[in-house]
């Protein structure tokens, strides 16, 4: 079952916050210009089950952004959590890394992206399924 992603943007330096597409599985926005597109895949995590997440960061002239490090938090209602960083991924711009969730239901997610020019968080909702 496919769940959409509730998406709240937040900038953690003063800018327009654009959010472009929020399907599950898929975001795509523009912080402090620099446009940010993330995918998940499976679109819908699975508890016991690997869930890659890749974040293609560009600038505002269209130039992958290669000096950024990126992690990606979560957090459950009951403080259940998860973090990891999303490392460069072999092509520039591009970061990857996986998650693990223990738990189903709703996580409150956070992507963090730290560059020496300043850093922007992008808060959303994922819901993960349980195994069958």
Known sequence: MKTAVV??????????????????????????????????????PVTARKTIYTVRLLDGAGKPVTDARVTLTGRMADGMSAATPLRPAGEPGVYRGEVLFTMGGPWDLTIRVVRPTGRVQIPLREE????R
């Open 128 to 131: 993960v399924a349980r195994q």
């Open 7 to 44: 998406v709240a943007l937040l900038g953690a330096l003063s800018s327009s916050v654009v959010a472009t597409g929020a399907m599950a599985g898929t975001l795509t926005t523009e912080v402090n210009g620099v446009r940010v597109e993330l995918r998940s895949v499976p679109e819908t």
